[in-house]
């Protein structure tokens, strides 16, 4: 074909450049130097560490043995490539037919650590290096911590491929130096709406660590069920939606140790004081409030929730805080993370009022608002998630709640200590502007560019704007068409939307200090096991990639989505052979054929 | 709660009218009429026929095996009811803990049916009719064909449902008579943009059958790739994905087969002339034009194809039609049903202007338009798509087309054969309309609402477009925010959206006597085995029931989607049951407490 011929000219322009990769593993490390020489062949290759003893060394060997048992087991060809089509000109389809020429043999790692015992917290330093040499028959890791050593066999399994004859290379002489832009690189799952089986789960951690995401942010309840088992109070499972679809405590000791044995922390979100009924009205009937309401009144200025089912903590009644006391004790003592997040978003005044309490407080002094019973949750609350007695002793309990809290127009509380680490889902950097502004630490996860569940339509039923049955011309968008189509947020946000976002556009030097990384978001409203992963995936990856190097090219500083697309469509095909179900994010022929699904020719379109 | 009691009331109130079911099978019958007298326990149940020897005596035996094995297996709790709440005060979760008593037995099947040798064709008779009467052991049930008994199983085994002690019981008596509004009703499947393995093809004519859809169109290939083998020119699968990635004879053969053990009929899809260069240019380049341009031009009115890649069969060239007539009659034989789709959607008129052949035909008269060219093709083609020669003797080919052949601004056919079928996708009923007005039979696939692809964003790559970083409110959508965030199609169509399509809405009543049906519509550029299932189903049950029984209550002429909904939620986790990996709608707190996530509580919201 003319085309592809052409088209080379333009790939070969750019392999000369310093982008020029051998193969491509996601997300990009911040430097990588590729010599001329040729690959090497990889044989058995022995871990060889300076661990001494270190409790973590059976973690680093296992971390190690699954990524090279990975890549032998793949025997990975990779499935789309950035390399110059006329040194390609059949491009890979996987049938390993394809021979690379390797002149010596590698058989060893040599990894050195320099804290070998670091725990795996916020701010722990993920930096490593791999270095191969025409010269030696050893690939070199180094590492501060073993965090950092487990994403240098991320990095290290992507980069050995089949050479065509059963065996496997590795392209080589190769400096990389790595290290993430951002602490903070997550994903939040929602076992509220629906439930996730523990397999799911880790399937998600599978991929989290490929791509070198490092929190799972755990939204574990809601208020249509309580999926978690507690010692407490047993009884809140009588919420969940049936005996199997509950987390026993071995079920989240076991998530937590496969996420950690990985570099991914665990951070639970019990929601409060809203998005509460379910379990909660288990323990004590009085605790929670207008969970008996209609939910949308047929007249939405008195809606009690923005989705069924309605219920929020009685944040009035004493014994509210009692429980939530209980509560968060005995999942602080489970969840072993330094973070623990309480939720905090979309108040509704409505259905505070279903509260007698609520109404007779608000009588006793008619200067009172909404804002000011929020300040009431947060000043009674705050001391219950700090106090050490039940964080499990620890003294750096940090707590997390959603931007509402601050930020909500009607029920924001006044007085918010700036310890507590801002959630951004509104408004795009504006909101991560003015959180950082008001000198708290934020996690970015802007619906608009970050929220996983936008655009599948609504879920809500016997509803008449489904029922609309003329057919506008595209100029004149409305509900049905070129529209929500009932969606809360609109529209699907693709792997370009979110690898295209300046999180921290228009912050000062001082401002993007307070920004702890970003988090995908997945609500699960329309969401359980058969779909999790591709909603999931490989959409989070260019999450990850932009947490951790970012979406400009180092040197030019240009936006580099249109390098990021062979590089993410080659590790879709990854995520699925090794298990983690990815939605195909184009047709195949995309990746077969580089840049022939681009919109534009011109490879600077975008800036 | 306080809220589920006063529901119960209004439910109560709905179960007391006609619309009253002990169980919810979907598509809802024509017409169901249950007594009071309770359930009988299913014992063994022998099938009685009245076959005399029957070629499709087996097919019917098979059939019925299948069903009542799956009913024995699943012991199906109904997941989500519509029964009075009351009666049922704790929701079955699937423990098979509740119990319900049975009187007597039921040991036998007797099943009658007319003409057992009908053959599976457009138009067959679909009717059936079951009985169940408290004075008997047996289960009547009469059809007109063996493809109505097939449909009188698919609901018989939703009807037998667990007894909560390891056995199967149905409630009874009740008499159901049933036949389909419309007699075609289908699902487009695409596997030229990426390929979908045999066993996903089974997958998704399991769920075809089990709610009463009756045609798999198999988009076959497309510009991407050709995964189909010929034996005239087995050259075409170079262009297949991967040798992996083939449909051999034997599968095709495998797939009709299974197919039709269903009562599902597979008609095939060769999009020509445009949609085409895979496959057709390793028979001869000469015969495909404009592979080789740059789809988008970087200048959108000169854009030769609107996706990548570009390709278009030379309509000048003698040669094209040898090789069309030779694919044409090679597939003919091979698909066994007598309608074939030959595509001709989309044509651009710059793609033709690459072609010399087609630049000389223009300049030997000025007066040609792109409407002449698409003519010629029209005139040329038709007599090879009809001749007996090719059709493997069929007297009865039907032909089906895009609309674009008629309706296309720049490039509509002048006179095209009114015997050719229609398949509408632009504009919802006008189009509709206007076809059946033209005279033409009509598949309604109307995109903004039958359209399964639409609302997951754009595929194309290295597009500014994504890269807006401003942030509107919801009153000002754009691009990114509330719009189609480059979907070519949005908003995602929900089960709802499908449901409620009026698609034969201001027809005459001679109009709606030609149109045949609906498809819903699956084009495959972000479609693969990970999220075929899940992305078809449930939704296209939801145009099961609109093609067969209607979206309106028979009695009051209502729109019945709040009824619907239940019965959907419940048919989701049943295809879920039985191995059809259908997504989740709703939280499953909607499914355990009917109504609560309706949008009004007045349940005649939706007219």
């Known amino acids: 074909m003319r085309f592809t011929e052409t088209l080379t000219a333009i790939v070969v322009g750019l392999a000369a450049s310093a982008e020029a990769v051998k193969v491509n593993p996601l997300p990009a490390p911040q430097s990588v130097t590729w010599g001329e020489s040729g690959p090497k062949n990889v044989g058995w290759l022995e871990l060889r560490t300076d661990a001494r003893g270190s409790k973590n060394q059976r973690l680093v060997r296992d971390a190690f043995d ?212 379910s379990g909660w009205q288990q323990i004590d009937e009085s605790i929670v409030t207008c969970v008996d309401s209609w939910w949308s009144n047929d007249d939405w200025p008195k809606h009690t929730a923005v989705q069924p089912n309605p219920g929020q903590l009685d944040v009035i009644n004493e014994k509210t805080y009692d429980v939530v006391t209980d509560v968060y004790r005995e999942l602080s003592g489970r969840f072993t993370d330094d973070f623990f997040h309480v939720g905090g978003d979309e108040l509704q005044p409505n259905c505070f009022n279903f509260s007698l309490p609520i109404r007779q407080w608000f009588a006793e002094d008619p200067s009172r608002t909404y804002h000011d019973l929020n300040q009431h949750w947060v000043d009674t609350a705050m001391p219950i998630f700090t106090d050490e007695k039940n964080t499990g002793g620890r003294k750096d309990r940090r707590i997390i709640m959603w931007e509402d809290v601050v930020l909500s127009h009607d029920s924001s509380a006044h007085n918010v200590p700036k310890d507590i680490i801002m959630q951004a889902w509104n408004n795009g950097s504006d909101h991560v502007n003015k959180l950082t502004g008001m000198g708290y630490d934020v996690i970015v996860s802007s619906a608009d560019f970050l929220y996983l569940d936008c655009g599948h339509g609504g879920y809500v039923t016997n509803d008449a704007r489904y029922n609309v049955q003329e057919n506008p011309d595209w100029e004149h968008p409305n509900f049905n068409y070129g529209g929500t189509g009932g969606s809360w947020c609109a529209p699907y946000n693709t792997w370009q939307r979110i690898y295209m976002y300046d999180f921290t556009r228009g912050l000062t030097d001082e401002q993007k200090e307070k920004v702890l990384g970003v988090a995908v978001t997945l609500f699960g409203e329309q969401v359980d096991d058969t779909v999790v992963s591709s909603k999931v995936w490989p959409r989070a990856a260019a999450a990850g990639e932009l947490a951790w190097s970012g979406n400009r090219d180092p040197e030019t500083g240009k936006k580099r989505a249109t390098y990021m697309t062979q590089r993410i469509l080659n590790f879709r095909e990854y995520l699925l052979a090794v298990g983690v179900e990815a939605a195909p994010l184009v047709p195949k022929y995309c990746l077969q054929h580089p840049h022939a699904c681009d919109l534009y020719y011109d490879q600077d379109a975008v800036e």
Request: aromatic share 8%; charged share 25%; proline share 6%.
């Open 66 to 277: 699954r990524a090279y048992s990975t890549a032998r087991k793949l025997q990975w060809v990779p499935q789309a490539i950035e390399e110059p089509i006329l040194k390609y000109p059949e491009i890979p389809t996987g049938t390993g037919n394809e021979k690379r020429e390797a002149s010596s043999w590698l058989s060893g790692v040599d990894l050195k650590i320099a804290d070998w015992d670091a725990e795996l917290k916020h701010g722990v330093d993920e930096s490593y290096d791999i270095k191969i040499e025409a010269s030696s028959n050893s690939i070199k890791i180094n590492a501060e911590t073993v965090w950092g050593a487990l994403h240098a066999f991320t990095t290290l399994q992507q980069l050995i491929i089949s050479d065509g004859k059963q065996g496997l290379i590795i392209e080589q002489p190769v400096e990389i130096k790595d290290e993430p832009n951002f602490p903070y690189r997550g994903l939040m799952l929602d076992s509220g709406r629906n439930f996730i089986t523990v397999a799911k789960i880790k399937e998600q951690i599978d991929g989290l660590a490929l791509s070198k995401l490092n929190i799972l942010h755990w939204h574990i309840t809601d208020s249509q069920s309580w999926p978690i088992h507690l010692d407490k109070y047993p009884q809140v499972t009588k919420d969940a939606y049936s005996p199997r679809e509950v987390y026993s405590n071995r079920d989240v000791a076991d998530i937590i140790a496969y996420a950690h044995a990985r570099g991914v922390r665990v951070i639970p979100e019990i929601d409060m004081p809203g998005h509460s009924a």
